[in-house]
């Protein structure tokens, strides 16, 4: 009615800015559509690292906050009540300082006179990032590979319900741990070598003034990664501590009086009956996350905000 020209055709254009963190190929001459795909992946990146590294914090710190050891129990205390009341743009700007400023920079690796080494000579760390090996898939051969490390790990968990079954069903005890370690490596190195080893590794060197090749994590990403998972983990680690205290006390007693060590009584018999607890609020850390990413702006990440919802 206004005479607008409105249409979605602004996506075929060229984006022209550029995206340094990017997950598939893309320059400043690609469309503003791709430019939009790279900044959602950017964020279910950091989104899905951030929530399983928020998680493992969270419920180590939230069953530690209930150990008995009152040193333990303190330090849990206290990384919770400070982490969780500092902002976490705060927590994100700090840690991308830091990596800025105290890692060396890539001229450090350089030479007879060269201060930093390589760690295990395949991962650097710098003030730009940390390089490491990246995995090169030699065609069909090698997704075959990967295929058969995805059903080695389904049938680890197929075997497991097998076992538990077992033992609700006859009483026997199946045993659980070598046989899963032994789904899990045997299987992918026998099809590995006899394919041909059809993925291999591509190492980062030192070629100028920076490196080349490898996989290249950059210190924004790494920011962000590490700022939402150690505030979100404080969250997680009440909640966790939360639903362990809501089961009732009569359970541990019960556990106790069958001879179970405590460690085996609180994945056994509390955590399983917390997740009932824990779940719900778990759900909404990990969209709360997810919303925060948003703040990759603050040290330059390109994520679905700054590309789809900001320039383009």
């Known amino acids: 009615a206004q005479g607008?020209?409105?249409?979605?055709?602004?996506?075929?254009?060229?984006?022209?800015y550029d995206i340094y963190q990017r997950p598939i190929e893309y320059d400043s001459q690609?469309?503003?559509?791709?430019?939009?795909?790279?900044?959602?992946?950017?964020?279910?990146?950091?989104?899905?690292?951030?929530?399983?590294?928020?998680?493992?914090?969270?419920?180590?710190?939230?069953?530690?906050?209930?150990?008995?050891?009152?040193?333990?129990?303190?330090?849990?205390s206290f990384y919770v009540e400070?982490?969780?009341?500092?902002?976490?743009?705060?927590?994100?700007?700090?840690?991308?300082s830091v990596m800025t400023v105290s890692m060396p920079a890539p001229r450090a690796f350089r030479?007879?006179?060269?201060?930093?080494?390589m760690l295990f000579d395949s991962f650097a760390f710098t003030n730009r990032g940390v390089y490491s090996p990246a995995p090169v898939i030699d065609g069909v051969l090698g997704w075959m590979v990967i295929a058969v490390f995805i059903a080695s790990v389904v049938g680890i968990f197929v075997y497991r319900k097998y076992a538990t079954k077992k033992l609700y069903d006859t009483g026997q005890l199946l045993p659980t741990f070598w046989?899963?370690?032994?789904?899990?490596?045997?299987?992918?190195?026998?099809?590995?070598?006899?394919?041909?080893r059809p993925i291999t590794l591509d190492?980062?060197?030192?070629?100028?003034?920076?490196f080349l090749g490898g996989l290249h994590?950059?210190?924004?990403?790494?920011?962000?990664?590490?700022?939402?998972?150690?505030?979100?983990?404080a969250f997680i680690a009440e909640n966790v501590r939360a639903g362990i205290q809501a089961i009732s006390k009569g359970q541990t007693e019960a556990a106790a009086?069958?001879?179970?060590?405590?460690?085996?009584?609180?994945?056994?018999?509390?955590?399983?009956?917390?997740?009932?607890?824990?779940?719900?609020?778990?759900?909404?850390?990990?969209?709360?996350i997810t919303k925060n990413s948003s703040l990759a702006i603050a040290v330059g990440y390109m994520d679905v905000t700054s590309t789809l919802g900001g320039i383009t």
């Open 179 to 196: 046989p899963s370690v032994a789904m899990f490596f045997v299987p992918t190195i026998l099809v590995y070598f006899i394919l041909g």
């Open 4 to 16: 607008l020209n409105i249409s979605f055709g602004f996506l075929s254009d060229p984006a022209g």
């Open 203 to 210: 190492y980062p060197s030192l070629q100028g003034f920076n």
């Open 30 to 76: 690609s469309s503003h559509l791709r430019a939009a795909v790279v900044g959602i992946l950017n964020t279910l990146i950091v989104a899905f690292l951030a929530c399983i590294t928020a998680t493992i914090f969270g419920v180590i710190a939230g069953v530690l906050r209930l150990s008995s050891n009152w040193v333990v129990r303190k330090l849990m």
């Open 111 to 117: 030479g007879d006179n060269a201060t930093s080494s």
């Open 257 to 288: 009086s069958l001879g179970l060590r405590p460690g085996r009584i609180m994945n056994l018999v509390i955590l399983p009956q917390a997740l009932r607890v824990i779940i719900p609020p778990l759900i909404s850390q990990y969209l709360n």
């Open 82 to 96: 400070n982490f969780r009341n500092i902002p976490v743009l705060i927590w994100i700007l700090i840690i991308f």
């Open 217 to 233: 994590l950059r210190g924004s990403l790494i920011a962000l990664w590490f700022a939402l998972a150690i505030y979100t983990g």
